[in-house]
């Protein structure tokens, strides 16, 4: 199990929906208000990013920004010119990109964006994620992968071919693989070195393999070949938590992502996490999310709001 892969795959929390925006010159876009990561890619043409209390970034063609918490932002040619609220059309849900297209001066600037939400679980974030800071700038750059998915998204917008939705579809799932790598490369944190370390990135394989084993710390130690002392020091050190209590957090975050998506008994969600008892994974669930596994369930599907405006790529269709 890749462990990255699994992180991400246990926070999402719907699918990832886009839309491309055309733009000419004047022309200014207001986003925020997503429980999610948002992000934006200049495809053609150049723009500005404001944010309050921030000054303005420029971002340039081959550009990747993503907002990590969800905050108010703005896209616009001028970072001094008015901007209207992003809205896409509820009426579709259907996961595909969406279009819309800013009539400024004929003669503007042309610019084309691609934005859009990765439904991220804001509720317990994992510690590799929640190192993140609020903006993750990237300019073009020909590494990490990220400038070659760049291009092909950027040619599979334009050219709007046979499978295109699909292609992008897939394209920008991929996109946030590669903007944590890029991030994680050039500013490495504890997680980043966890994962590339030889005996904590193997151990935290093995967690995520089969978080429902009972695992030690010393059996975990002997897994990577380390002394009992010397790995809890090295895990606690990179992970930022120790070993058993990160093992509880992932048993839990996994729950979480049972309870979302399936209509298991929660007996059966417990045993599949670890946990020997519905009353002993009830009292673990409670203390870290606030709320009993049942009533979590419910809630969680009934908190959406379908029709909530603001978040980029929230439904697709044509913008009203």
Known sequence: MDVLTDVLAVLENGPTLCARTQAHAPWGLRFGGNQGFGFHVVLQGTCWLTRADEPPLELRPGDVAMLTSGGEHVLADDPAGPAVAFRMNPGQQTRRIGHQHLAGSPSGARTVLLSGAYRIDPRRPHPLLATLPDLVHLPNRRRHGLHTAV??????????????????????????????????????????????????????????????????????????????????????????????????????????????????????????????????????????????????????????DPDSPGTPGARSGEVR
């Open 151 to 304: 291009d092909l998204l950027g040619a599979e917008v334009e050219e709007q071919e046979p499978g295109a939705e699909a292609i992008i579809s897939t394209l920008v799932d991929a996109l946030l693989v590669y903007i944590l790598r890029a991030w994680q490369e050039d500013h490495p944190t504890g997680w980043s070195r966890a994962l590339t370390d030889p005996a904590i990135g193997a151990s935290l394989h093995r967690i995520h393999q089969d978080p429902a084993r009972a695992w030690t710390v010393a059996q975990l130690a002997a897994e990577a070949g380390l002394a009992r002392a010397t790995f809890a020091r090295r895990f606690t050190a990179l992970v930022g938590e120790p070993p058993l209590t990160y093992l509880t957090r992932w048993r839990l975050t996994s729950a979480a992502r049972l309870l979302r998506q399936r209509n298991a008994p929660l007996s059966a969600v417990a045993c599949q996490v670890g946990y020997t008892s519905e009353f002993a994974f009830a009292k673990a669930f409670k203390r870290e999310y606030g709320l009993a596994p049942g009533a979590y369930r419910r809630v969680d599907r009934t908190s959406e």
